[in-house]
């Protein structure tokens, strides 16, 4: 099975297995939330002395992307969220090398996210809560290359821890606003046509999200 399905599995299978633990909340056990997450990488990585290229100097591009999750509450304090979007397009550029700054290419990534979630004051208005995990790295049309060099390509996927903090405030019965920050531990390492690996590159983004969740 494919790990992103497997964690679809996994989530799956944390809702079905204790349905008799679960404390019943006349707004309901599930809460769907859509979000608007800004992506900021950290952009590190080692340096690459066959290609002149010194460390830090690969940067995968900022940007603002959809988000999905699905999060059951097995008790008022305790939840699994399933956190999921679409394949998505990364910019990669070089800079300081020997060659100057030039465009590297492209990569899509899916990062499919399980965490498990402590809410706190589950039944105010004001919700806050921490949670921990595991996120999922598919690296997939990857177009990579020092231009007349050489040819570069990912690993092709990468389990990595996260963490989150955020709270629902309640609009109404069952609409919530959503804050969401998460940091994922994205890595991959860089191979060149030829040389093998040449790099370690750490994407390590820190994702600030806000949206609308709706329990039921």
Known sequence: MHSSLKLLALSAAL????????????EGNWLVRVRAVHVDTANKSSAIPLLAVPSNAIHV??????????????????????????????????????LGAFKAGSFYLLPPTLTAQW????????????????????????????????KLKLDNDYFGPAVQVGFDYKLTK??????????????????AEGLGKVSRVKVDPLLIGVGLGWRF
């Open 61 to 98: 591009e900022n940007k603002t992307i959809p988000e999905l999750d699905i999060s059951y509450f097995f008790t008022k304090n305790i939840a699994a969220e399933l956190i999921l979007t679409v394949p998505q397009k990364h910019d990669v550029k070089v800079t300081g090398s020997a």
């Open 174 to 191: 069952n609409l919530f606003l959503n804050l969401d920050v998460k940091k994922a531990y994205v890595r991959s390492d860089l191979e």
């Open 119 to 150: 809410h706190f004051n589950p039944d105010g208005d004001f919700r806050p809560y921490v949670g921990a995990g595991i996120t999922y790295s598919d690296y997939s049309a990857v177009k990579l290359s020092v231009p007349g060099v050489a």
């Open 15 to 26: 809702a079905a297995a204790l349905p008799a633990a679960a404390q019943q909340s006349a």
